[in-house]
């Protein structure tokens, strides 16, 4: 069975630090993406990774992808307010067929 | 606009009955997907299609059933063998079955 396991699963951090969250997974894949939630709301795309050592940027949140390490991380430079949210990593297996494994999410909280 | 619509937004359904949650779409997507989202957790696949006329079960199918006859609908029935159906459900769709998905806004259901 596929696992697809973030940490930390709650993370509380100042305005202006900055953090990383980590997504490991079990079996071979080269496709992973990155999503946020609203509480309440539904899934917004933030990053698509679809190699090994792919990087991706966007305003203070950076993604990257080793998939011999099966591993992913989202860093969060300077964190602001805005950034609090919870954080999924989803990895595609097109193998099996179901296609998407979700983490178990990361709830990111940013204090002033 | 294209993009994914769920209606009703909330529902709110009494113990014995089958509820039906819509999901349309106005991306030409081949794949469409539903999750259900616990509180605190992250997303499990119940029913996904590829194709028109076509769908399979994930990983969470017991007590709900699905039907694909149009490519812009799919809408998910919650049938009253669900034992616990409360939670927040998402509908996704993808271009193809490999491709990134794209998540409508929710239907959050409620057992009375």
């Known amino acids: 069975e596929l696992k697809v396991e973030q940490n930390p699963l709650f993370l509380s951090m100042q305005e202006g630090k900055n953090y990383t969250i980590y997504c490991n997974y079990s079996?071979?894949?080269?496709?992973l993406y990155w999503y946020r939630q609203d509480p309440g709301k539904s899934l917004e795309s933030l990053f698509v990774?679809?190699?090994?050592?792919a990087v991706k940027q966007e305003g203070r949140l950076m993604a990257s992808l080793d998939t011999k390490a099966r591993l992913s991380t989202l860093h969060i430079t300077a964190a602001v307010h805005d950034l609090s949210a919870t954080y999924f990593c989803a990895v595609d297996i097109r193998k099996t067929g179901n296609q998407f494994y979700f983490g178990t999410g990361t709830s990111l909280t940013v204090i002033p | 606009d294209g993009g994914i619509t769920q209606s009703p937004k909330y529902l709110f359904r009494k113990e014995g009955q089958n509820v039906t949650l819509s999901c349309e779409q106005n991306l030409n997507h081949d794949a469409m997907y539903w999750y259900r989202q616990d509180p605190g957790q992250g997303l499990r696949l119940i029913y996904y299609?590829?194709?028109?006329?076509?769908?399979q079960k994930g990983d969470i199918a017991e007590g709900y059933s699905v039907s694909r006859e149009k490519k812009e609908s799919f809408p998910l029935t919650v049938t009253s063998a669900q034992k616990n159906p409360t939670a927040f459900y998402l509908c996704a769709s993808s271009i193809h079955r490999a491709g990134e998905q794209f998540f409508g806004p929710g239907t959050r259901l409620t057992v009375l």
């Open positions: 299609s590829q194709i028109v006329n076509d769908f």
């Open positions: 990774l679809l190699s090994n050592g």
């Open positions: 079996t071979t894949s080269d496709r």
